[in-house]
């Protein structure tokens, strides 16, 4: 058997979970051809980017599975209507679609369906086609109708036999009817799911513009009333606003005080009189004041003007959200929905309630569809209701987490509070410094630690250059307005080297002496890691080591033990998505052609393999997945057939350390030479380009977050280990930490646990969680192998965000 055909080697039975749901599938592999099922997919109401890679997961995985599947074309239309609207879909129906916005198979609202003789027409053209399983793309309105005709399909059926427009046998073959809903929005309005498809695609859109716009409103000093969607729901507005700094947000679910116009311009002015040249404001189009009046971009404007006489300018960004190409986390996205869609309608029995799947932390989990729709009405009852905590609240755990960050990030400067009213005797000194190579985040970091720092009183110090920088001085205190305008900037503004401390830890341990240091934040990649965890390991030789130590993981590589996720792995992870499109569009018009592309991460296969993931690669290969020539001149033969079929672009990529000697030349010069006869090869090698570019909505604002957390561990830490003399001392391995992102969790792990879970010649971890989406990568590519169900069986109990 060879290495690709059997991945489930690779997955634990114990894999841990932080849901409150039942694990009963664990340890299920799924193969091909253990059932029968026909299923129809369709999108239904507004378009969303991440909708085709969806579409594309539930043809190739039913069609892996064994089954048969149908496109219905134009929503709940095409269901009625039927005919040509319905067809039969094939594996090269999707080649070519994954990285296309909108809905290839188109979406349309449809009065008829409100209506049962619509729903008749509906169900009949799925019987004439054998369709009892359907996959429901769409907002909280579709995934309704999808249950209520669930819910009446028997009657539906006797109906239509009373009519003679079916036969016995017909309803007998399509007794009952199943569904799984898929939540494609813009808005993220769905309660049960941490993330939509179609939202961060969205916020790109949004960061995109108001980049843009910064330019020309630092040219003429210019305030900008940015206009977003979210009727109902303020997301878009509130982490866009997050990852631009915007000075101020306008959103539904908490809505401004009554003078809210002269708080405004008591901001605007205090910016501006310290120099500040813009100001951004963002609106969502629902938001509203404490009494449910509409706050439009215009009632903003109105104000800046009459009260400030500022040159304000509204920009409605309108349909430009919805549009462009899906973000690489939004193809990854749809491609795992889809896929769990397929498996949970293969595990349908008659008695299957309809289900949602939905993305918790990192995991996809299945959820009762009614009781989440029923959630998402409860937060427009609340508002309406004048409920605003509570409504905040049902939004989850992260919307209040990113609401109260933006509100106390985005002071134009630190309170005027006394020590004394802070519960502390002293200022204490925290420092921040890099290590390591740089990438897309950093800086958003910084300025949320010092900014988080500031507000309880303390200061903060800022090393450039690294290790380096600490041993020459080369120091500096960093202040309050220091910081603004670094969230959208890539790169490191403190600098960063990869020198490891220990071979100087009698200078660092001086100047952490000279400059009286109570904490220090280290952000940075596995480099930073490793120095903190020297640092650690050498506290009993020296004293001033004994202060608390964190690590914020922040490397494109994403090869950090203790997180799943890394600052600046998604900008670059986004990078080479774009980059492969355009590589590939290049080809438009030429004969068959294959594109071998190397990236970046070392001995990790982490952008390898979810590149691949959203650029609809045919094969990644990476250093943890050892494959011999036989696994490659498999995969020639593999690519020729499916050029034959009808493909007529293939991409293949390579981590840069996936092997010594099948080296990407090696790869390439082999697929030249074996597929001559069908297609021509190119080699391409990504480089640093991976590593720049502005950062992503993600990385800007997990770095914000990251920050936070980490800000207010140093401080407890420090209160908790006071001595009498103001002195720190920390002792336990729990004091040097990483922090990391695990399951949606924020979690501190002591970096001398991390040791024994680290690969240090390779500079990897152990174990990775992505290694689960592998198979995936394969069989969305038509290859042979094994896949493991990643959603959990969800319970009427299940506790939901």
């Known amino acids: 058997m060879s290495t690709f055909s059997s991945y489930g080697r690779f997955f634990s039975s114990e894999r841990e979970s932080s849901l409150d749901v039942p694990m ?137 036999i009373e009519k003679g427009k079916i036969t016995v046998e017909e309803r007998d073959k399509c007794s009952h009817l199943n569904i799984v809903g898929l939540v494609g929005s813009i808005d993220n309005d769905f309660c049960g799911t941490d993330m939509t498809i179609g939202t961060d695609s969205a916020l790109h859109r949004i960061i995109e513009a108001t980049d843009a716009i910064v330019t020309t409103a630092l040219s003429h000093q210019r305030t900008f009333i940015l206009e977003v969607m ?14 631009s700094e915007a000075d101020f947000v306008f959103i539904p679910e908490w809505p401004p005080e009554s003078e809210w116009p002269e708080i405004l311009c008591r901001k605007l002015k205090q910016g501006r009189d310290i120099g500040q040249r813009l100001n951004i404001i963002i609106v ?17 404007k109105k104000v800046v003007e009459d009260n400030l006489k500022q040159d304000a300018r509204i920009t409605v960004l309108g349909h430009v959200q919805r549009g462009g190409s899906p973000s690489a986390f939004d193809r990854i996205l749809g491609c795992r929905m889809g896929a769990e869609a397929v498996i949970a309608l293969f595990d349908a029995t008659p008695e299957s309630e309809a289900c949602v799947i939905s993305l918790a932390g990192n995991q996809a989990v299945r959820l009762p569809l009614m009781k989440c729709v029923q959630m998402t009405k409860n937060v427009g009852k609340c508002m309406k209701d004048k409920n605003w905590q509570n409504a905040v609240k049902l939004r989850g755990r992260s919307f209040e987490r990113n609401l109260e960050t933006y509100r106390m990030l985005t002071r134009i400067k630190p309170p005027k509070t006394s020590l004394e009213s802070l519960g502390k005797d002293i200022s204490d000194v ?93 952000i940075g990649g596995f480099e930073a890691f490793y120095s903190v965890l020297q640092m650690a390991e050498n506290r009993e030789k020296y004293p001033e080591l004994r202060i608390p130590l964190i690590v914020i993981p922040a490397t494109i590589s994403n090869n950090v033990p203790g997180t799943e996720f890394s600052l600046g792995a998604d900008t670059a992870l986004n990078e080479i998505t774009e980059i492969c499109d355009r590589i590939r569009q290049s080809a438009q018009g030429t004969k068959s052609r294959v594109f071998v592309v190397e990236t970046m991460g070392g001995y990790s296969g982490y952008l390898a393999t979810l590149a691949g993931l959203a650029g609809g690669a045919d ?96 401080i407890q830490q420090v209160k908790k280990h006071r001595q009498p003399d103001g002195s720190v001392i920390c002792d336990s391995p729990d004091t040097a930490v990483l922090l990391g992102l695990v399951r949606r969790n924020y979690v501190f792990t002591p970096v001398q646990i991390l ?17 689960k989406l592998r198979p995936l990568l394969r069989i969305l590519a038509k290859h042979e192998s094994t896949y493991e169900k990643e959603a959990s069986v969800f319970s009427s109990d299940a506790e939901m965000d």
């Open 24 to 160: 009963s599938l664990e340890g299920c592999i799924i193969r091909p051809g253990q059932k029968s099922r026909t299923i129809g997919v369709f999108t239904s109401g507004g378009d969303s980017q991440g909708m085709n890679a969806t579409v594309r997961a539930v043809i190739r995985m039913s069609l892996f599975m064994g089954g048969k599947v149908f496109f219905i074309k134009e929503g709940y239309q095409g269901m009625v209507d039927g005919e040509d609207y319905i067809v039969e879909a094939n594996w090269v129906s999707v080649s070519g679609i994954i990285h296309k916005g909108g809905t290839v198979i188109g979406s349309a609202r449809c009065k008829e369906f409100f209506q049962r003789e619509g729903r008749l027409k509906a169900a009949t053209n799925l019987i004439k086609n054998g369709i009892n399983n359907l996959v429901v793309i769409g907002g909280d309105g579709s995934l309704t109708g999808a249950n209520l005709f669930r819910q009446e399909w028997s009657s539906l059926l006797d109906e239509l």
């Open 284 to 300: 969502a189009e629902g938001a509203i004041d404490r009494q449910g009046n509409p706050i439009t971009a215009e009632d903003v």
């Open 619 to 714: 094969a990644a290969y990476i250093f943890e997945e050892q494959f011999s020539i036989q696994d490659l001149m498999g995969d020639v033969f593999h690519m020729k057939a499916k050029m034959k079929e009808g493909v007529k672009r293939g991409l293949i990529l390579r981590n840069e350390c996936a092997n010594e000697h099948y080296s990407t030349e090696f790869i390439y010069r082999l697929y030249s030479e074996e597929g001559k006869d069908t297609f021509s090869s190119r080699m391409n090698v990504l480089g640093h380009m991976q590593q720049g570019g502005s950062p992503s909505p993600f990385d800007r604002n997990f770095g914000t977050k990251m920050s936070a957390k980490a800000a207010t561990w140093l």
């Open 230 to 243: 979210g009727r109902h729901c303020g997301y878009l507005a509130l982490v866009g606003a997050l990852a």
């Open 755 to 771: 040791k024994n879970e680290t690969d240090f010649k390779h500079r990897i971890p152990n174990h990775v969680w992505w290694l």
């Open 430 to 522: 925290y420092a921040v410094m890099h290590i390591g190579a740089p990438c897309c985040g950093m800086n958003a970091a910084v300025r949320s630690f010092v900014r988080n720092c500031m507000f309880t009183g303390d200061t903060v110090l800022g090393i450039q250059e690294g290790i380096d920088g600490l041993i020459e001085g080369n120091v500096r205190h960093l202040h309050w307005g220091d910081v603004n305008g670094w969230v959208g900037q890539g790169g490191a503004f403190l600098g960063t080297k990869r020198t490891l401390p220990l071979p100087h830890m009698d200078k660092v341990v001086e100047k952490i002496r000279e400059y009286k240091i109570r904490g220090l934040l280290v």
